[in-house]
């Protein structure tokens, strides 16, 4: 069946450098990739989205690029701060045909101060 | 944080027990889910309701029975789970069942079975 990998699994960088998340996705009738965030004994939250008639979407220290074509993803965050700490999630959804809304495994980052 | 919430947030049951999870959304959506997160695998969608129908159930045993009431209350009722159904349980609502709408998450109710 359809699936969502997340790479890496872990991912610790330096306050102030750049973290990057890459997913790849099997359904090519995705078309609505979120990200979400969650910190440590807190729900999942929203943090960025993007659609797929645009290529790259950006909102402060976060961007989402998107790549039809190759079918995958990515999560951008620059300028890192301990607060970016937590375990990120992508999904890949599909308006069409039966309810879909397939998460990956999750990234677990460390921003070390 | 007040749109979705979940009661109880933990819960410690026996195999031979019949529990209810309960989740209501202060957000005036239309659609609820309810998903299972366990350590080190992705959030495992069991249930989605749309306008109180259910539209949606990835091959979760029967164990787990849903009841959705109306647009703002989701229930999952638990009776004769096994151990490996230990697990955070995750509810969730949008404004659509679009497939293409944010997902705003309750906190979870953190169950174990003894």
């Known amino acids: 069946g359809e699936n969502v990998e997340q790479h890496p699994s872990t991912l610790s960088v330096q306050e102030g450098d750049s973290a990057v998340i890459k997913c790849t996705y099997s359904d090519s009738a995705s078309n609505y990739f979120p990200w979400y965030k969650q910190e440590l004994g807190k729900r999942p939250q929203l943090i960025i989205d993007i659609r797929s008639n645009v290529g790259e979407k950006k909102d402060q220290r976060i961007a989402v690029t998107l790549n039809k074509t190759a079918k995958h993803f990515s999560l951008h965050i620059t300028e890192t701060q301990p607060e970016d700490s937590a375990v990120y999630f992508c999904a890949a959804s599909s308006t069409s045909g039966t309810y879909k809304y397939i998460f990956g495994t999750g990234t677990r980052l460390k921003v070390l101060a | 944080e007040t749109g979705v919430t979940q009661t109880p947030r933990h819960l410690v049951m026996g195999m031979t027990n019949k529990k209810s999870l309960k989740c209501e959304q202060h957000?005036?959506?239309?659609?609820m889910y309810w998903y299972k997160q366990s350590a080190k695998k992705p959030l495992e969608l069991m249930f989605v309701y749309s306008l109180e129908e259910r539209v949606e159930n990835n091959s979760v045993p029967s164990r787990f029975s849903p009841e959705c009431p109306n647009s703002s209350h989701l229930f999952l009722h638990l009776h004769t789970l096994q151990p490996e159904d230990s697990a955070l349980y995750l509810c969730?609502?949008?404004?659509?069942?679009?497939?293409?709408?944010?997902?705003?998450f309750g906190p979870g109710t953190r169950l174990t079975v003894l």
């Open positions: 969730a609502s949008s404004d659509g069942l679009a497939g293409a709408d944010t997902q705003y």
């Open positions: 957000l005036g959506h239309n659609a």
